[in-house]
C-alpha cells in the first residue's frame, strides 16, 4: 500500500503545484485579494492553471476514498497500486494540458483519472459481495 498511499500524498499537494504555477504566470500577485487578481488576470495560462487548480482539489476527496474503500474491501495490493498511479499519471497531464489549452487531450486524461477512480470503487463494492 505505500505506493497508493504515496499516490494519495500526491493528489493532495498537486493543487498547490499549480497554484504556485498560476500565481507565478503574470506580474503583480497580490496576495491580499488572490482570488480577486485571479479574476482580472487576461493570461489564458494563469486563468487555466488556476482552473486545473480547482479541478485537482475537486479530484482528490474521490480519489482519496476510492484508495482507501479498495483497501478496506482487501482488493489485490498491486491492482490498487496501479491504478493510483494511473490516476496520478492522469492527474498531471490533465493539469499540463489544462495550462496549455488542449483541450481534447485534458478532457481524455480527465476522463482517464474518473475511470481510476470508479474502478477502484467497484473492487471495493464487488470484493464485499464475494
Given at each position: 500500500?505505500?505506493?497508493a498511499?504515496?499516490?494519495i500524498l ?11 504555477i ?32 480547482l479541478?485537482?482539489?475537486?479530484a482528490?476527496?474521490?480519489f482519496?476514498?476510492a ?18 498511479v494511473?490516476f496520478i499519471?492522469?492527474r ?8 496549455t ?23 471495493a ?5 464475494a
Amino acid at each position: 500500500m505505500f505506493i497508493a498511499y504515496c499516490c494519495i500524498l500526491a493528489a493532495a499537494l498537486l493543487p498547490y503545484v499549480w497554484a504556485l504555477i498560476a500565481k507565478t504566470g503574470a506580474p503583480g500577485y497580490n496576495n491580499k485579494d488572490p482570488r480577486g487578481w485571479i479574476a482580472k488576470q487576461e493570461s489564458y495560462r494563469v486563468r487555466n492553471a488556476y482552473a486545473a487548480h480547482l479541478n485537482a482539489f475537486e479530484a482528490f476527496a474521490p480519489f482519496a476514498a476510492a484508495v482507501l474503500m479498495a483497501q478496506l474491501a482487501q482488493v489485490d495490493t498491486q491492482r490498487i497500486s496501479v491504478l493510483a498511479v494511473v490516476f496520478i499519471v492522469c492527474r498531471i497531464l490533465h493539469g499540463v494540458f489544462y495550462i496549455t489549452a488542449m483541450q481534447a487531450l485534458r478532457s481524455l486524461v480527465w476522463f482517464g483519472g474518473f475511470a481510476c477512480v470508479l474502478a477502484l470503487m467497484g473492487l471495493a463494492v464487488f470484493a464485499q459481495l464475494a
